[in-house]
């Protein structure tokens, strides 16, 4: 592997124009959710489960607004066992959803069942989804999202990458910059 070309496509993909809009417009909704006293709930599998619990709390502590991670191993199993894999994001989201609320749904695929039910499950609460997704355009959890920031690739980790890089730059965006101690 050719590591030049290999950071080479993380710059492709981060300098794309619609990932400025797209951050904005997500900003935007997560001021509007906190303003109404909502909160962000997060959640995916593997690494996006990962990147929903650090970016849970940089939103909380960092960004100013109510965050959750769907990634206790209490509450999976639990909800795994008595709903069914498929369906246990979507039986959380029942159980956690507030009015104003918004569910941030990450993917590299788009097409896991349970965060793909779990989407229409918010959204039939009339909650806002944002997912991040990548491999194929038109994913199905993209298609079920109010917003989707979908990054062109296939490669599990670059996907993986720019959605912890483009969730990041949301909460500085809420900060107002991206230099700020962690104490702040």
């Not at 996907?159 to 910059?177: K, N, P, Q, S």
Request: proline share 2%.
């Amino acid at each position: 592997m050719d590591i030049t070309a290999y950071l080479d496509e993380y710059r492709r993909l981060l300098e794309q124009p619609q990932w400025a809009v797209l951050m904005e417009r997500f900003k935007q909704r997560v001021l509007e959710a906190r303003a109404g006293g909502g909160k962000l709930m997060l959640a995916g599998n593997g690494a996006s489960a990962s990147i929903a619990s650090h970016l849970a709390t940089d939103f909380a502590k960092q960004g100013g607004v109510r965050a959750m991670a769907f990634n206790d191993a209490n509450l999976i199993t639990a909800l795994g066992n008595d709903c069914g894999y498929e369906n246990w994001i979507a039986r959380a989201v029942e159980i956690y959803a507030d009015p104003h609320d918004i569910l941030v749904l990450i993917s590299s695929s788009g097409r896991s069942p349970n965060v793909v039910n779990a989407a229409r499950a918010a959204a039939d609460r009339g909650l806002y989804v944002a997912a991040f997704t990548g491999f194929e355009a038109g994913n199905p959890l993209g298609a079920a999202a109010d917003i989707n920031f979908w990054v062109d690739s296939r490669a599990y980790n670059i996907v993986e990458c720019t959605h912890m890089i483009l969730l990041a730059g949301i909460v500085d965006l809420l900060v107002g910059r991206s230099e700020y101690g962690v104490a702040d």
